[in-house]
């Protein structure tokens, strides 16, 4: 079974490839991402303490993201399904207590890849997106724009928004805090002879076709 993590920075486009990957090695993508704002959107309690946090450029704390997918990763393993855990780990403790819950269920971690990329670039790439509010297409005023302007390409709405925590000063906390946690997963995961980069700000498609090459060059009984 592939179980696959995907590292790299906020705005680096491991949702896109998680996507992709997901489509063309039949995986299910989850994402700490998509479970955190629905928590947020929900207005639960826990929901505006998540907020708050994001907000001010951080990530939640490890016991809210292992809560958030630890039932949904023991379901997936039950059912025979691979993961792409895209935005978890974001620290040691994180990718310890994920090895554990897939041990736990006879599974474990099969490939690591992390996507590199020029934070500088990354930050205009960040303050700049804005997504469909009808359907959720993400654009970007700089590197995407919708091809009629203030029209979404793929429903024709009117209405976008810009995500609070995506203005550059909150882009540079929330690179700072990654950078100050990813070194130690990068030599985790390499140690165990897991880890892959990969250079992100290549096309999108440049990089979904040398994830795919990694991938498809995996061990056999990683698939």
């Known amino acids: 079974m592939l179980n696959l ?111 590199k990329v020029n934070e500088q670039t990354l930050i205009e790439r960040i303050s700049n997106r804005f997504t469909c509010v009808s359907c959720g297409a993400g654009y970007n005023h700089k590197f995407q724009k919708p091809k009629e302007d203030g029209v979404c390409d793929k429903c024709g709405s009117t209405e976008f928004k810009h995500r609070s925590d995506d203005s550059e000063e909150v882009v540079k906390q929330r690179l700072s805090v990654y950078r100050d946690q990813t070194a130690l997963l990068v030599t985790y995961y390499d140690a165990k002879g897991l880890l892959t980069t990969v250079d992100g700000l290549q096309s999108i498609k440049k990089v979904s076709q040398e994830i795919e090459e990694i991938l498809s060059s995996a061990r056999p009984e990683a698939m």
């Open 5 to 115: 993590v995907l590292l790299g920075p906020p705005g680096c486009g491991k949702g896109t490839q998680a996507e992709l990957l997901s489509q063309k090695f039949k995986l299910h993508k989850l994402s700490t991402g998509e479970l955190v704002r629905a928590e947020i959107e929900s207005a639960s309690e826990l929901g505006k303490e998540i907020q708050s946090t994001v907000d001010s450029g951080n990530f939640p704390n490890d016991d809210i993201i292992i809560g958030l997918i630890e039932a949904k990763v023991t379901q997936l393993v039950s059912e025979g399904k691979g993961i792409i855990f895209d935005g978890v780990p974001r620290t040691l403790n994180q990718a310890e207590k994920i090895d554990e819950m897939l041990k736990s269920v006879g599974s474990s971690i099969s490939h690591v890849i992390e996507l």
